[in-house]
């Protein structure tokens, strides 16, 4: 069965670490891929997304991906975390099958950033 | 553009009772509409895939005749919970898709999110 595994169930960094947030697939077809993160409260918004071409994406708020076909992999990465990113984070991918358009989500990871 | 709402955003009702939440594409054809439920501190799960006028296709374990989807229209697709039982409170988000190439549209297969409905049953 088709799955996505995100391994950092909880993350706790200090601002201005560095971030990176792994996302593993099961799939050996063409896939998207997305990055979406949650804050408290509130609903999904998509940090970025990978359909072709240049394998390292950037996204909103200073966020990039980078995806690595041979792994099965799609981190995420931010170079310098701010409080403000404390939020959950989900990875999704999309197998290109035809007739789908079914998303499968990681089961997230808890970022907490201490000021 | 892109942009699906959902409503109401919030509802509190009684054991028993049955809930409807509405979703809507506003400014693009919706082909295809999704139904997920987020528990608290967990992730997403795909409960069913709803085509315009065809009946939906549930996930394994989503009980289609307690979560009952109706995709009537290009813009509206809605979700009732039948008798609803507190195990049903939950986050209810639902997300849409058009055909690539049709107006506001993506190209590729992307899915664009409400912002969710958070029901609580007493």
């Known amino acids: 069965a088709q799955s996505v595994s995100q391994h950092n169930h909880h993350v706790i960094l200090s601002e201005a670490a560095s971030l990176e947030l792994g996302c593993n697939y099961s799939?050996?077809?063409?896939?998207?891929l997305f990055w979406y993160v949650q804050y408290p409260g509130q609903h999904l918004q998509l940090l970025l997304k990978?359909?072709?071409?240049?394998?390292l994406v950037k996204g909103i708020k200073g966020f990039e991906a980078e995806f690595i076909k041979s792994k099965f992999s799609f981190n995420l990465r931010k170079p310098s975390v701010q409080w403000s990113d404390t939020a959950e984070y989900f990875c999704?991918?999309?197998?290109?099958?035809?007739?789908?358009?079914?998303?499968?989500f990681g089961t997230g990871t808890r970022l907490k950033v201490l000021a | 553009g892109a942009v699906v709402s959902q409503h109401p955003s919030w509802v509190i009702c009684k054991s028993g009772t049955s809930v409807k939440i509405e979703c809507r594409s506003l400014?693009?054809?919706?082909?295809?509409m999704f139904w997920y439920r987020q528990f608290p501190k967990q992730s997403l799960m795909l409960m069913a895939t709803?085509?315009?006028?065809?009946?939906?296709?549930?996930e394994q374990g989503v009980e289609k005749d307690k979560f009952l989807i109706n995709h009537a229209s290009l813009t509206l697709s809605t979700l009732t919970v039948t008798s609803a039982h507190p195990e049903d409170s939950s986050f209810y988000i639902c997300?849409?898709?058009?055909?690539?190439?049709?107006?506001?549209?993506?190209?590729?297969?992307?899915?664009?999110f409400g912002p969710g409905t958070r029901l609580t049953v007493l």
């Open positions: 799939y050996g077809g063409t896939v998207n």
């Open positions: 997300s849409a898709s058009t055909l690539p190439g049709l107006a506001g549209g993506s190209s590729y297969n992307e899915q664009f």
């Open positions: 709803s085509n315009e006028g065809s009946k939906a296709t549930y």
């Open positions: 999704a991918v999309n197998p290109r099958q035809p007739g789908t358009y079914k998303y499968i």
């Open positions: 400014d693009f054809q919706a082909t295809t």
């Open positions: 990978y359909f072709s071409g240049d394998p």
